[in-house]
Each structure stands twice: as C-alpha cells, then as structure tokens.
C-alpha cells in the first residue's frame, strides 16, 4: 500500500531542471553587449553591434563614396558590408524588443501564478515564453534551459521545497526490515526460473486525494514561506483507490481497478449509468474509498483471472485484506502468491520502488497544468477521476515504457542483469516545449501538453484530455 504521506518523500523525483544545471544553447542573447562579437553572414569578420552602429551612422550622415567609407573604417573591406550590417542591426533591434516582450508575459504570468499560490516549474516558464514567442511570430525565440536560468537569475527566482516529510525507523528496526527484505527476495529468486516472465505479477493499491498538487514551486526569492494553494473544499478528504498489476517481462495489465468513494458503499442507479469507461478499467466503490475483502475478489475475479493464462507468481504486500490464501483459487491455473513483508515495500515491492512514483508524476502534470492555465476542467468529479487514470494506464501501457518497469523489478532486486537507459515518464512524455498540438493545427495556437508515448505526436491538453491519444 502506497500512502501520500510516503509520497511527499519523493519530491526529488519531480523534474525540477535545478540551477546547476548549465547549457550553452543560447540561441537568443536577451542583453545587447556591446563586446559581443557577430559573425556576420556575407562578411569574413565579426563585428560589435556599436561598431555596425557606428559605420551605418557615418553612411547615413552625408553622400559619402565607398572609398571614404572604408578610409574611416578599414574592417569593412567591401560595398555590401553596409547593406549586410543595416539588415543586422535592424533584425537585432526587433529581436530585441521581442525579447522584452517574451520576457514580460512569462513574468506577469509567474506573478500571477505566485499570487494565487500556484505551483510553477521551470517547464512552465518555458512553455510561456513559447506561446507568446509564437503569438507575435518570434521564430528564431528557443525558450532554452539556459534562457530559463537567466530569467531565474535576473528575476531572483529560485526553486523551493514546500514540504518535507520523512518517516524515520529507529536503527534495530531497519536491521530487521532489511533482513526480512532479503529473506523474501531469497526465496523468490529461488523461484523466478519455474515461471514464464509474462506470469511473474506484482500488484498493488495506490490511494489518491481528489486534489493533488505539487510540492515544489518556483518562487520568489527571499519569501520566507513557500505556500502552494490547496483546495480547501471537502474534496481533499475524500480519496479513492487504483489497483494496478505489472509484469516481470515489463508489462502494465489490463485491466485495472479503480475504488471510488462513495458513502453506503455502492453507486447510486443514476451514477452508475453514467459512469464513464474507456474500456481499460473495472470500477467499483466503497465507503471510505479503500480497498476491502470483497473488492479484492472481485480484483481478482476481473483483473487477475483473465490474465492468468498459465501458471502465474503473484508479489503483493502483506495488507490484511488480501492475507487469505483462497482468495485467488481459480479453476485452471494456480497463482503462487509471495508475501512481501511489512515495511520493506519501499524496498522491494517495484510498484513503490519506481513505478507508482511515474504514474504520479503524470497525475500531477494533468492537476497542475489545469490549475496553472485555469483550464475549465472539473478534475474532481467521478468520471473526470476515471478518465485521467484511465488515461495514464494506457500511455503507461506503450511498449516504451517496457524497459522502465523491468528497471523497477531490477532495482527491487529480482532481476540481476539490466541493461539500461531507459525513459521514464518525464523523457518520454513532457520534455517537449516546442512543437505544437498536430491535431486541428489551425485552433491550437496553445501550448502542448504531452508528446504520445505511442505515436510519438504532440497534443495539447485539450485533445490528450479528449482521448485523441487514447491507442
Ligand atoms: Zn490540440
Ligand atoms: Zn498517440
């Protein structure tokens, strides 16, 4: 069971391009130096902006011939220096008032965002600064981790941590812990070899607040308490809980289990009519929104049994509600159950160790975009909870992801030999600031949100939302 107090601990894991992190891909100079040095194209030297100034000041003040031109200023050895030098200084000028421009927007956009104590990225900064780069036609603008930096730097922003929680086991207790860890993985190793990679499962719940928000922002610096906005409005008590099974070989199942909370445990005739289903999960309730007995057989009856097509090996944690042993006994295959031991999830359960963390990472793109652009979406309904985790399991699903999920396995400690890289979902789906959403390429002006882990298309938020990419 993976709680969110656990999951404040891994605020690390969230793609905070920090500043020290340094690239020289500045493709645009945001400050008119006048040491700086241009490469002139048609030229075979490199020149000042003030000396180009200067030459095109002296043409420009009286009918001069080339000869006299290139007394006063010998670097220019030819005619057309001049006219290359004016096209120079004029694009330079508009670049560097749209620079301003650039510049502007995405600091009044920060500003904003800081006033309603939203959470900002560096990601979000840069995603600013395209749109309007695009809006007045700035097509050389790159919004570069270095262009970020340096509005980081001239904008005293800097990156904070909201909240830091660790839980802290006494040292006897870690011996013990990490001693059952390694016992359990002993005797699983023993056994891995008798099964077929696709039938070895691990399994387990994830619970979730209605609200989800991000536990680290750029702000300002020197304000002293970082505070991002949370939703104060019943909906941050509720939760509700997914199930979700992935394979040794890499593979996320279908389907999955979502457990709404609905109060006397079942769904209203009217709800359950409208309850939206993609296809890819089971949806049930309960009262409190957590798993129970019953819903863990009905998991297994819906999730496990279909997709135990021979003889299978199934990790899950040693929560009381799934310890029957008879709870899985199925007519024509047996499911071998191994029982992780308490407290050593973290340790040896891949679905904590690595994977969860990658599907919140989603979640919590999905919630902050939509608060960070006031997107008119009602994330807290039943059906818009179903639709993002339905969302998220299919683009989990693409074979991409494949290698990333053997990573969790091996880092757990049941596979020994891993041949990395691989892409998590930060590379795969949101390093993409540039290009824009390729359906109806005409309405969407806007920035993109992801970049499909499938066919590898851009989408803004509006047409992923929609399921356009839903493969
Ligand atoms: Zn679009
Ligand atoms: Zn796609």
């Known amino acids: ?12 894991t969230l793609d905070f391009v920090d500043s020290e992190v340094v690239d020289d891909d500045l493709s645009v100079n945001l400050y008119d130096d006048e040491f700086q040095l241009y490469q002139i194209e048609g030229t075979r030297d ?37 006219s290359r030098f004016r ?20 600091m009044q956009k920060f500003k904003n965002a800081r006033e309603n104590l939203l959470p900002v990225h560096d990601i979000d900064l840069r ?31 800097v ?26 993985l002993n005797e699983i190793n023993g056994k891995i070899a008798n099964y077929n990679k696709d039938y070895i499962f691990n399994t387990d719940q994830s619970g979730f607040k209605y609200t989800f928000y991000s536990t680290r922002t750029l702000s300002n610096a020197g304000e002293s308490n970082t505070s991002v906005l949370v939703d104060s409005t019943n909906a941050t008590t509720h939760s509700f809980t997914i199930q979700v099974m992935i ?28 309850l939206f289903n993609p296809g890819n999960c089971v949806i049930n309730c309960s009262n409190s929104g957590k798993m129970t007995k019953q819903l863990v057989r009905h998991w297994g009856e819906q999730c496990l049994k279909p997709v135990c097509e021979e003889n299978s090996l199934l990790l899950l944690d040693s929560w009381t509600g799934q310890s029957d042993n008879n709870l899985f006994n199925f007519d024509n295959v047996v499911v071998e159950i191994g029982r992780i031991p308490p407290k050593t999830t973290p340790l040896i359960q891949p679905l904590d160790v690595y994977f969860f963390r990658q599907w919140k990472i989603f979640v919590r793109k999905i919630y902050d975009r939509v608060a960070l652009d006031k997107l008119d979406y009602d994330l807290k309904n039943r059906n818009s909870v179903i639709r993002i985790h339905c969302l998220i399991h299919n683009q989990l699903k693409a074979p991409v992801f494949q290698k990333m999920i053997q990573y969790a396995w091996f880092k757990s400690g049941y596979i020994s030999d891993f041949e990395g890289p691989f892409q998590n979902v930060n590379e795969v ?27 590898r298309n851009t989408l803004c938020f509006k047409h992923f939302y929609n399921g356009r990419c839903f493969h």
């Not at 200084?89 to 508009?94: E, S």
């Not at 600064?129 to 050389?140: G, H, L, P, S, T």
Request: glycine residues 4%; hydrophobic residues 35%.
């Open 1 to 12: 069971m993976d709680s969110f107090a656990i999951d404040f601990q891994d605020t690390e």
């Open 46 to 82: 490199s020149f000042t902006l003030e000396y180009m100034k200067d030459v095109l000041a002296f043409v420009d003040s009286g009918t001069y011939s080339f000869n006299t031109i290139q007394h006063r200023f010998r670097r220019v050895r030819h005619q057309r220096y001049i």
């Open 87 to 106: 096209e120079y200084v004029n694009q330079q000028g508009t670049t560097s008032v749209k620079c301003k421009e650039v510049t502007n927007y995405t």
């Open 127 to 157: 995603r600013w600064a395209m749109d309007k780069a695009r809006e007045i036609q700035f097509i050389n603008f790159n919004a570069s981790r270095a262009w970020v930096l340096n509005l980081k730097n001239e904008n005293k922003i």
């Open 159 to 184: 990156s904070r941590k909201i909240t830091h929680v660790v839980t802290r086991h006494n040292e006897r207790d870690q011996q013990a812990i990490m001693s059952s860890a390694t016992n359990f």
């Open 247 to 274: 394979s040794l070989s890499g593979k996320v199942m279908e389907p999955f289990y979502i457990c709404l909370q609905e109060s006397g445990g079942t769904f209203g005739p009217r709800v359950s009519q409208n």
């Open 429 to 455: 789906c949101f390093d993409v600031i540039a290009e824009s959403c390729v359906i109806d390429l005409s309405q969407c002006t806007k920035g993109v949100f992801i970049r499909c882990a499938y066919c």
